[in-house]
């Protein structure tokens, strides 16, 4: 299972040739289609059609999670507690990466911060 945060949206939504060929690895790996919290929303989008118009076509593809569990938010709350930074929205990522999933981000020190108190949680830079 692949999440993505806003930097992930943002890579795997830009025009060039690498990412496509990481579109193209993460499919041949299983990894498609990934995940995406709602509330990431907030950070990946500008409300600008023009500008989000690559963001939202990836969207498209991705599973979009928009009722979120209390349960997920409350193991959120513990790791972003447990690692001392991060934001709400990061501590959901990895969260719902758990148990066993993979984070694609641009933020990496955060998302490993707090995925070093999660179950079996990768984060890949994006």
């Given at each position: 299972?692949?999440?993505?945060?806003?930097?992930?949206?943002?890579?795997l939504?830009?025009?060039?040739?690498?990412?496509?060929?990481?579109?193209?690895?993460?499919?041949?790996?299983?990894?498609?289609?990934?995940?995406?919290?709602?509330?990431?929303?907030i950070?990946?989008?500008?409300?600008?059609?023009?500008?989000?118009?690559?963001?939202?076509?990836?969207?498209?593809?991705?599973?979009?999670?928009?009722?979120?569990?209390?349960?997920?938010?409350?193991?959120?709350?513990?790791?972003?507690?447990?690692?001392?930074?991060?934001?709400?929205?990061?501590?959901?990522?990895?969260?719902?990466?758990?148990?066993?999933?993979?984070?694609?981000?641009?933020?990496?020190?955060?998302?490993?911060?707090?995925?070093?108190?999660?179950?079996?949680?990768?984060?890949?830079?994006?």
């Amino acid at each position: 299972m692949l999440v993505l945060d806003s930097g992930g949206i943002s890579r795997l939504s830009e025009r060039s040739r690498s990412a496509a060929a990481l579109l193209a690895a993460l499919r041949s790996k299983g990894l498609w289609p990934p995940i995406v919290p709602s509330p990431v929303l907030i950070e990946a989008l500008q409300r600008d059609s023009a500008k989000d118009a690559s963001a939202n076509r990836l969207l498209k593809a991705c599973d979009v999670i928009e009722e979120i569990p209390q349960s997920l938010a409350r193991r959120a709350a513990e790791l972003r507690t447990l690692a001392r930074r991060g934001s709400a929205i990061d501590a959901l990522v990895v969260a719902a990466a758990e148990p066993g999933g993979s984070v694609l981000t641009a933020d990496t020190a955060d998302l490993w911060a707090l995925a070093r108190h999660a179950h079996d949680v990768v984060v890949e830079s994006a």
